[in-house]
T-cell receptor, first 111, second 122 residues
């Protein structure tokens, strides 16, 4: 059971907007630690999509955006494309564990 | 170009040991923290261990504390994960990853290797 809770799956039609939530607690997101988001296709290396809550690394499409409020964060994907089908993970730091934590992951399906 | 290449994976019996290596290139190795993350079959990503750029500070998930040891050799620009007392639930693909921020920890992980598979089974 991860300390960061994500929905197991979300889906949307091409062109739609989907959001993925990441709910933490006062020892991680609520303590002010940044949230990062990764995209992972099976058999490949995970890719950093969003860092420090809302920042995109160079080369990441602006269709991906992140936000954080209180003990939660969210990732939004606009203009959904078939290539966006992947698993998405939030990640933060937890002070009670003195280590990083990942959410359980959310599978995005493009209908 | 940043490159991370893991090696050392394979089949090991329960209770056995294995050492993973992650050869890094393309960046100022000693300035960035490094991390190991694993993914068990059918499961999500799990943070395993991290080490500061200097190698002085190390961090471990509760599930591996006391069994795994992370280290780095700056001269060889390589990070290691020594895994002892291996259990079936350690079976996973192990990825090494580089910290995004120079000198910082905790930090996001901006570059990842392709992973190496560890199977713990008799």
């Amino acid at each position: 059971q991860s300390l960061l809770t994500q929905p197991p799956s979300v889906s949307g039609a091409p062109g739609q907007r989907v959001t993925i939530s990441c709910t933490g607690s006062s020892s991680n997101i609520g303590a002010g630690y940044d949230v990062n988001w990764y995209q992972h296709l099976p058999g490949t290396a995970p890719k950093l999509l969003i860092y420090a809550n809302s920042n995109r690394p160079s080369g990441v499409s602006d269709r991906f955006s992140g936000s954080k409020s209180g003990t939660s964060a969210s990732l939004a994907i606009t203009g959904l494309q078939a290539e966006d089908e992947a698993d998405y993970y939030c990640q933060s730091y937890d002070s009670s564990l003195s280590g990083s934590v990942f959410g359980g992951g959310t599978k995005v399906t493009v209908l | 170009e940043v490159r991370l290449l893991e090696s050392g994976g394979g089949l090991v019996q329960p209770g056995g040991s294995l050492r993973l290596s992650c050869a890094a290139s393309g960046f100022a190795f000693s300035g960035y923290s490094m991390t190991w993350v694993r993914q068990a079959p059918g499961k999500g990503l799990e943070w395993v261990s991290g080490i500061s750029g200097s190698g002085i500070d190390t961090y471990y998930a509760e599930s591996v504390k006391g069994r795994f040891t992370i280290s780095r050799d700056i001269s060889k620009t390589t990070v290691y994960l020594q895994m002892n007392s291996l259990r079936a639930d350690d079976t996973a693909v192990y990825y090494c990853a580089k910290g995004l921020f120079f000198g910082g920890y905790p930090t996001p992980f901006d570059y990842w290797g392709q992973g190496t598979l560890i199977t713990v089974s008799s």
